[in-house]
T-cell receptor
Framework: KQEVTQIPAALSVPEGENLVLNCSFT??????LQWFRQDPGKGLTSLLL?????REQTSGRLNASLDKSSGRSTLYIAASQPGDSATYLC??????????FGRGTSLIVHP | GAVVSQHPSWVICKSGTSVKIECRSL??????MFWYRQFPKQSLMLMAT?????????EQGVEKDKFLINHASLTLSTLTVTSAHPEDSSFYIC?????????????FGPGTRLTVL
């Protein structure tokens, strides 16, 4: 059974810092990996989707990497802003195409 | 494109009553929809997979008689929490798979906050 772990569980940083959020998974036979953002009391917003054959994806200040063999992905946030404050969820999709979610990293960026 | 809506966004009900939550794909057809439950500071836990025109597939530990799922059309799935109790209070999120895009992505609704008094 796939298990997804996200470290750290919570992070509080001053504005402007570059951040790395980590996601690890136990079964490397994945179809793809997706990073989401969730604001308090809201649904999920997709940030980046990495197919199993890809190494990384970039969107604006966000960069996600994938090392399938070691079961790891990182989400890099450059020049963090208060508006980046949210919970970031990592989801791994295997053969069933149903994603398994981590518990998320709660990020606070203070001015 | 690829918008999923949920209604209501929040609901408060008395213990013992039933609550229906709707999930709609607004601009695409979804043969498959998913229902998740999320407790505070916890991850999303899949409750059931709903396929249009057939019975839902429930995850282990989820009572199918308590959480009734109906997926009567390609754009609508409903989750009914029957005889709700305070422990059913949670954030319920649905997602829909765009039939035209294969298995690649699911699109998530904004969630429904259920509070059972």
């Amino acid at each position: 059974k796939q298990e997804v772990t996200q470290i750290p569980a919570a992070l509080s940083v001053p504005e402007g810092e570059n951040l790395v959020l980590n996601c690890s998974f136990t079964d490397s036979a994945i179809y793809n990996l997706q990073w989401f953002r969730q604001d308090p009391g809201k649904g999920l917003t997709s940030l980046l989707l990495i197919q199993s054959s890809q190494r990384e994806q970039t969107s604006g200040r966000l960069n996600a990497s994938l090392d399938k063999s070691s079961g790891r992905s990182t989400l890099y946030i450059a020049a963090s802003q208060p508006g980046d404050s949210a919970t970031y969820l990592c989801a791994v999709r295997g053969g069933s195409y149903i994603p398994t979610f981590g518990r998320g990293t709660s990020l606070i960026v203070h001015p | 494109g690829a918008v999923v809506s949920q209604h209501p966004s929040w609901v408060i009900c008395k213990s013992g009553t039933s609550v229906k939550i709707e999930c709609r794909s607004l601009d695409f057809q979804a043969t498959t929809m998913f229902w998740y439950r999320q407790f505070p500071k916890q991850s999303l836990m899949l409750m059931a997979t709903s396929n249009e025109g057939s019975k839902a597939t429930y995850e282990q530990g989820v009572e199918k008689d308590k959480f009734l799922i109906n997926h009567a059309s390609l754009t609508l799935s409903t989750l009914t929490v029957t005889s709700a109790h305070p422990e059913d209070s949670s954030f319920y999120i649905c997602s829909a798979r765009d039939s035209g895009r294969g298995h690649n992505e699911q699109f998530f609704g904004p969630g429904t906050r259920l509070t059972v008094l």
